[in-house]
Protein backbone atom coordinates (compact mmCIF):
# COMPACT_ATOMS: atom_id res chain seq x y z
CA UNK A 1 0.00 0.00 0.00
CA UNK A 2 1.21 3.66 -0.68
CA UNK A 3 2.69 5.27 2.23
CA UNK A 4 0.85 8.73 1.74
CA UNK A 5 -2.65 8.99 0.51
CA UNK A 6 -2.37 12.11 0.01
CA UNK A 7 0.38 12.84 -1.89
CA UNK A 8 -0.53 9.66 -4.35
CA UNK A 9 -4.05 11.69 -4.85
CA UNK A 10 -2.47 14.96 -5.41
CA UNK A 11 0.39 13.24 -8.40
CA UNK A 12 -3.25 12.46 -10.50
CA UNK A 13 -2.95 16.76 -10.68
CA UNK A 14 0.20 17.39 -13.44
CA UNK A 15 -0.11 20.36 -15.39
CA UNK A 16 -1.48 18.76 -18.13
CA UNK A 17 -4.39 18.19 -16.22
CA UNK A 18 -4.80 21.50 -14.79
CA UNK A 19 -4.48 23.10 -18.12
CA UNK A 20 -7.03 20.70 -19.59
CA UNK A 21 -9.09 21.34 -16.77
CA UNK A 22 -9.10 24.83 -16.71
CA UNK A 23 -10.11 24.94 -20.42
CA UNK A 24 -13.13 22.37 -20.22
CA UNK A 25 -14.11 24.54 -16.97
CA UNK A 26 -14.24 28.09 -18.20
CA UNK A 27 -11.52 29.17 -15.27
CA UNK A 28 -7.95 30.54 -15.21
CA UNK A 29 -5.19 27.91 -14.53
CA UNK A 30 -4.41 29.71 -11.56
CA UNK A 31 -7.67 29.54 -9.92
CA UNK A 32 -8.30 26.03 -10.90
CA UNK A 33 -4.89 25.15 -9.48
CA UNK A 34 -6.04 26.45 -5.92
CA UNK A 35 -8.91 24.18 -6.25
CA UNK A 36 -7.43 20.78 -6.14
CA UNK A 37 -5.31 22.09 -3.32
CA UNK A 38 -7.94 22.84 -0.78
CA UNK A 39 -10.42 19.85 -2.09
CA UNK A 40 -8.12 17.48 -1.83
CA UNK A 41 -7.45 17.08 1.57
CA UNK A 42 -10.45 18.23 2.55
CA UNK A 43 -11.77 15.53 0.70
CA UNK A 44 -9.77 13.04 2.09
CA UNK A 45 -10.96 15.21 6.04
CA UNK A 46 -13.90 13.75 5.36
CA UNK A 47 -12.91 10.01 3.87
CA UNK A 48 -11.11 9.74 7.16
CA UNK A 49 -13.87 11.59 9.32
CA UNK A 50 -16.10 8.71 7.55
CA UNK A 51 -13.30 5.92 8.21
CA UNK A 52 -13.81 6.94 12.02
CA UNK A 53 -17.74 7.22 12.25
CA UNK A 54 -18.49 3.92 9.97
CA UNK A 55 -15.65 2.04 8.56
CA UNK A 56 -17.76 -0.46 7.21
CA UNK A 57 -19.62 2.11 4.98
CA UNK A 58 -16.24 4.06 4.02
CA UNK A 59 -14.66 0.38 2.70
CA UNK A 60 -17.62 -0.15 0.78
CA UNK A 61 -17.95 3.27 -0.87
CA UNK A 62 -14.31 3.06 -1.74
CA UNK A 63 -15.21 -0.13 -3.03
CA UNK A 64 -18.01 1.11 -5.42
CA UNK A 65 -15.40 4.26 -6.40
CA UNK A 66 -12.73 1.54 -7.04
CA UNK A 67 -14.40 0.86 -10.87
CA UNK A 68 -14.33 4.79 -11.69
CA UNK A 69 -12.31 5.22 -15.03
CA UNK A 70 -10.89 8.31 -12.92
CA UNK A 71 -7.90 5.88 -11.24
CA UNK A 72 -6.95 5.05 -14.63
CA UNK A 73 -7.38 8.47 -17.00
CA UNK A 74 -8.33 11.29 -14.88
CA UNK A 75 -8.12 13.50 -18.01
CA UNK A 76 -11.42 12.24 -19.64
CA UNK A 77 -13.20 14.04 -17.17
CA UNK A 78 -12.29 17.46 -18.33
CA UNK A 79 -12.63 16.79 -22.50
CA UNK A 80 -15.86 17.33 -23.79
CA UNK A 81 -17.62 14.12 -25.37
CA UNK A 82 -15.66 12.31 -22.25
CA UNK A 83 -16.89 10.66 -18.86
CA UNK A 84 -17.26 14.00 -17.07
CA UNK A 85 -18.68 13.54 -13.47
CA UNK A 86 -18.84 10.14 -12.68
CA UNK A 87 -22.80 8.77 -12.29
CA UNK A 88 -22.48 8.05 -8.77
CA UNK A 89 -20.42 11.52 -7.31
CA UNK A 90 -23.89 13.13 -5.82
CA UNK A 91 -24.20 9.74 -4.17
CA UNK A 92 -20.81 9.11 -2.64
CA UNK A 93 -20.47 13.20 -2.11
CA UNK A 94 -24.00 12.90 0.01
CA UNK A 95 -22.37 9.67 1.78
CA UNK A 96 -19.23 11.55 3.26
CA UNK A 97 -20.33 15.00 3.65
CA UNK A 98 -24.19 15.00 4.43
CA UNK A 99 -25.83 18.14 4.47
CA UNK A 100 -22.46 20.09 5.54
CA UNK A 101 -21.52 19.84 1.63
CA UNK A 102 -22.90 22.91 0.16
CA UNK A 103 -21.57 24.83 2.83
CA UNK A 104 -18.14 23.34 1.81
CA UNK A 105 -18.17 23.71 -1.49
CA UNK A 106 -19.81 27.06 -1.06
CA UNK A 107 -16.63 28.06 0.81
CA UNK A 108 -14.56 26.59 -1.92
CA UNK A 109 -15.71 28.63 -4.22
CA UNK A 110 -15.15 31.84 -2.31
CA UNK A 111 -12.03 30.88 -1.12
CA UNK A 112 -10.32 29.93 -5.17
CA UNK A 113 -12.33 32.66 -6.76
CA UNK A 114 -14.23 29.75 -9.46
CA UNK A 115 -17.31 29.30 -10.27
CA UNK A 116 -19.96 27.46 -8.39
CA UNK A 117 -20.34 25.07 -10.89
CA UNK A 118 -16.27 24.44 -10.94
CA UNK A 119 -16.35 24.24 -6.96
CA UNK A 120 -18.66 21.57 -7.47
CA UNK A 121 -17.26 19.83 -10.45
CA UNK A 122 -13.81 19.72 -8.53
CA UNK A 123 -15.57 18.02 -5.57
CA UNK A 124 -17.54 15.24 -8.26
CA UNK A 125 -14.22 14.38 -9.53
CA UNK A 126 -12.00 14.40 -6.92
CA UNK A 127 -13.60 12.89 -3.99
CA UNK A 128 -14.67 9.83 -6.50
CA UNK A 129 -10.88 9.44 -6.76
CA UNK A 130 -9.83 9.87 -3.80
CA UNK A 131 -12.16 7.00 -2.93
CA UNK A 132 -10.80 5.04 -5.55
CA UNK A 133 -7.36 4.82 -5.09
CA UNK A 134 -8.07 4.16 -1.87
CA UNK A 135 -10.38 1.19 -2.65
CA UNK A 136 -7.44 0.14 -5.21
CA UNK A 137 -4.91 -0.21 -2.46
CA UNK A 138 -8.00 -1.41 0.06
CA UNK A 139 -8.11 -4.60 -2.13
CA UNK A 140 -4.26 -5.20 -3.39
CA UNK A 141 -3.87 -4.76 0.60
CA UNK A 142 -6.74 -6.89 1.74
CA UNK A 143 -7.76 -4.60 4.32
CA UNK A 144 -10.85 -5.05 6.73
CA UNK A 145 -12.48 -1.98 7.60
CA UNK A 146 -10.79 -2.08 11.05
CA UNK A 147 -7.12 -1.98 9.03
CA UNK A 148 -8.54 0.65 6.87
CA UNK A 149 -9.60 2.84 9.70
CA UNK A 150 -6.35 2.17 11.19
CA UNK A 151 -4.44 3.29 8.26
CA UNK A 152 -6.35 6.19 7.55
CA UNK A 153 -5.44 7.28 11.01
CA UNK A 154 -2.33 7.42 10.41
CA UNK A 155 -2.29 10.16 8.12
CA UNK A 156 -4.65 12.25 9.80
CA UNK A 157 -2.82 14.68 11.25
CA UNK A 158 -0.68 15.33 7.46
CA UNK A 159 -4.18 15.59 5.96
CA UNK A 160 -5.39 18.06 8.36
CA UNK A 161 -2.13 20.54 8.38
CA UNK A 162 -2.63 20.64 4.33
CA UNK A 163 -5.82 22.27 4.96
CA UNK A 164 -5.53 25.83 3.44
CA UNK A 165 -5.21 28.19 6.44
CA UNK A 166 -7.35 30.65 4.82
CA UNK A 167 -10.64 28.27 5.05
CA UNK A 168 -11.84 27.34 8.27
CA UNK A 169 -12.95 24.23 7.65
CA UNK A 170 -12.79 22.48 10.56
CA UNK A 171 -16.08 24.23 12.11
CA UNK A 172 -17.65 23.17 8.30
CA UNK A 173 -17.31 19.19 9.14
CA UNK A 174 -17.46 19.28 12.34
CA UNK A 175 -14.13 17.87 13.43
CA UNK A 176 -13.55 19.31 17.02
CA UNK A 177 -10.73 19.18 19.39
CA UNK A 178 -7.80 19.58 16.32
CA UNK A 179 -5.41 20.58 19.10
CA UNK A 180 -2.98 17.70 18.66
CA UNK A 181 -2.25 19.67 14.96
CA UNK A 182 -3.22 23.00 15.97
CA UNK A 183 0.77 23.97 15.73
CA UNK A 184 0.99 22.80 12.07
CA UNK A 185 0.69 24.82 8.90
CA UNK A 186 -2.61 25.08 7.77
CA UNK A 187 -4.30 23.58 10.68
CA UNK A 188 -7.55 25.87 12.07
CA UNK A 189 -8.90 25.28 15.62
CA UNK A 190 -13.08 25.12 14.81
CA UNK A 191 -15.26 27.65 16.22
CA UNK A 192 -17.76 27.09 18.25
CA UNK A 193 -20.75 25.47 16.34
CA UNK A 194 -24.19 27.16 16.08
CA UNK A 195 -27.33 25.16 16.40
CA UNK A 196 -28.68 26.31 12.30
CA UNK A 197 -29.18 23.20 10.51
CA UNK A 198 -31.30 24.43 7.75
CA UNK A 199 -28.83 26.91 5.92
CA UNK A 200 -26.45 23.85 5.37
CA UNK A 201 -29.03 21.26 4.23
CA UNK A 202 -30.92 23.46 2.06
CA UNK A 203 -27.95 24.53 0.38
CA UNK A 204 -26.55 21.07 0.31
CA UNK A 205 -29.37 20.19 -1.67
CA UNK A 206 -29.06 22.90 -3.75
CA UNK A 207 -25.49 22.08 -4.64
CA UNK A 208 -25.80 18.04 -5.78
CA UNK A 209 -28.53 19.52 -7.74
CA UNK A 210 -26.67 21.19 -9.64
CA UNK A 211 -23.75 18.60 -9.85
CA UNK A 212 -26.81 16.20 -11.05
CA UNK A 213 -26.97 18.97 -13.50
CA UNK A 214 -23.59 19.03 -14.74
CA UNK A 215 -23.75 15.25 -15.27
CA UNK A 216 -26.91 15.59 -17.31
CA UNK A 217 -25.82 18.43 -19.56
CA UNK A 218 -22.21 16.28 -19.71
CA UNK A 219 -24.09 13.73 -21.31
CA UNK A 220 -26.09 15.74 -23.41
CA UNK A 221 -22.97 17.07 -25.21
CA UNK A 222 -21.39 13.79 -25.57
CA UNK A 223 -24.87 12.21 -27.30
CA UNK A 224 -24.82 15.59 -29.81
CA UNK A 225 -21.27 15.02 -30.73
CA UNK A 226 -21.93 11.54 -31.12
Excluded: C
Amino acid sequence: MASDLLSTVRSYFSNDVINKAASYLGETESSVRKGPDAVIPLSLAGIVQKAESSPETLLNLAHEAEGSNLVNDLTNSFRTGGQGIPAGAPSLIGNIFGDKFGSIANAISSFTGVKGSTSSSLFGTILPLALGVLGRQATESNLSPRGLTSWLSSQKNAILAALPSGLNISRLLGLGDLSSVKNMPGATVPEKKKNNWVLPLILGAAVLALLMWLMNSGKKNTTQEA
